[in-house]
């Protein structure tokens, strides 16, 4: 598998993102070994609320109930030189999408802007639900559907 630059896009960074850094981050270590490190990964979000910020607390308990560590991840907002960066640019739903987009009107640019689920559920528009404003349930959701993302494009990349 060749080595790619991948970046997950949400609102805050604080939620959705640093999830599918974190899961994304360890489905390759486990397909790759330590040809990971030959990859570049990271998180971004379409606001600076909360940059520099960990991520939320309960993101963390999710993620770590599955033996994903995210607690050393900080939010940044995603700027226009990534879209020179990343070859990917995974977002979590039509609104990052949007936001993502709008900051370039270069086709190349462009092209590399995708819904992280659209491998998952190719056709369907799918998004990742923010769940900021909700219970444990909606982090476990985004976890389950992350972490099958993420195996479904390392399927794709192979």
Known sequence: MNPRSV?????????????????FRRALVQRVGSDAALWTIDSAGTSDYHAGEAPDQRSQASALRHGVD????????????????????????????????????????LAKVRLVLDVSFPGENKPVPDP???????????????????????????
């Not at 604080?14 to 974190?22: L, N, T, Y």
């Not at 909606?138 to 972490?147: H, K, N």
């Open 70 to 109: 995210i607690s050393t991840l900080a939010s940044r907002p995603f700027r226009p030189e990534d879209f020179e960066k990343f070859d990917h640019i995974l977002v979590m739903d039509s609104s990052n999408h949007v936001n993502v987009s709008r900051l370039t009107e270069n086709p190349s640019h």
């Open 7 to 23: 970046l997950f896009v949400c609102l805050g960074n604080i939620c959705r993102s640093p999830v599918a850094e974190g899961v």
């Open 132 to 158: 900021y404003y909700g219970g444990e349930h909606g982090f476990e959701q985004v976890f389950q559907l992350l972490a099958q993302a993420s195996e479904d494009w390392l399927d794709q990349w192979a």
